[in-house]
């Protein structure tokens, strides 16, 4: 089982990066996917994560109106698409994977490695 992140990268402020997070090893259709993201001295929080079974897509009220996730079911492929990028938004993203549907960082399945984001201002 492996979750693949990658897509960070270094932008300034109103710029767009967008994430992959390429799963192997697992029916996607049986799992939630989405990502995380971690700064120094802070807890993980949730951005973004799409429920494959059903197609339900929640994204964390501070990124809503400027990510968009979404999936490519052939390639096990989960996207996160981010514009119109802000410094807050400067983390390390981690994409992470739940059987079923909960979604919390205590209790996800399997974990990416993480992948910097950083916005300059």
């Known amino acids: 089982v492996q979750l693949q992140a990658s897509g960070g990268g270094s932008v300034h402020a109103g710029g767009s990066l967008r994430l992959s997070c390429a799963a192997s090893?697992?029916?996607?259709?049986?799992?939630?996917i989405g990502w995380f993201r971690q700064v120094p001295g802070k807890e993980r929080e949730g951005v973004s994560y799409?429920?494959?079974?059903?197609?339900?897509?929640w994204l964390a009220p501070s990124v809503k109106g400027r990510f968009t996730i979404s999936r490519d079911s052939a390639t096990k492929t989960v996207y996160l698409q981010m514009n119109n990028l802000k410094a807050e938004d400067t983390a390390v993203y981690y994409c992470?994977?739940?059987?079923?549907?909960?979604?919390?960082?205590?209790?996800?399945?399997?974990w990416g490695q993480g992948t910097q984001v950083t916005v300059s201002s």
């Open positions: 799409i429920r494959n079974n059903d197609k339900v897509t």
């Open positions: 992470a994977a739940s059987y079923g549907s909960g979604w919390d960082a205590e209790y996800m399945d399997y």
């Open positions: 090893g697992f029916t996607l259709e049986y799992y939630v």
